[in-house]
């Protein structure tokens, strides 16, 4: 007996129904991804502030403490500015590294 017209209406509708519950469920999916990404790229730049913050005011407390130095010459160097400037761009080129490496994986999911 051949299937009556309304029975491919009901049969269109549920479908219809289950194909937006899975886009529903993989746009609240992406959406959430996204969210947690954004989270833990907010969470790595302030523990980056604080650790430059941080390095900041030790390497001020530590000229503070020294006291004057001979001359007028700085305690840090040219040097140290250039080995701190080096290492920030190395943490910027690893943040860099990580995040094309977060986004590979997402595509490939």
Same mark, same amino acid.
Request: aromatic share 6%; proline share 3%; charged share 30%.
């Given at each position: 007996?051949?299937?009556?017209?309304?029975?491919?209406?009901?049969?269109?509708? &549920?479908?219809?129904?289950?194909?937006?519950?899975?886009?529903?469920?993989?746009?609240?999916?992406?959406?959430? !991804?996204?969210?947690?990404?954004?989270?833990?790229?907010?969470?790595?730049?302030?523990?980056?502030?604080?650790?430059?913050?941080?390095?900041?005011?030790?390497?001020?407390?530590?000229?503070?403490? !020294?006291?004057?130095?001979?001359?007028?010459?700085?305690?840090?160097?040219?040097?140290?500015?250039?080995?701190? &400037?080096?290492?920030?761009? !190395?943490?910027?080129?690893?943040?860099?590294?990580?995040?094309?490496?977060?986004?590979?994986?997402?595509?490939?999911?």
């Amino acid at each position: 007996m051949s299937k009556s017209p309304v029975h491919a209406f009901f049969v269109g509708r &549920i479908l219809a129904e289950e194909i937006g519950a899975v886009l529903e469920r993989t746009v609240s999916n992406s959406l959430s !991804a996204f969210g947690q990404f954004d989270a833990e790229q907010r969470e790595n730049l302030r523990q980056f502030s604080e650790r430059v913050v941080e390095r900041a005011e030790r390497v001020e407390s530590d000229r503070n403490a !020294a006291g004057p130095s001979s001359g007028s010459r700085p305690v840090s160097t040219d040097q140290d500015l250039q080995a701190l &400037i080096d290492g920030l761009r !190395a943490e910027i080129a690893e943040l860099r590294s990580e995040l094309q490496r977060y986004r590979n994986r997402g595509d490939h999911d």
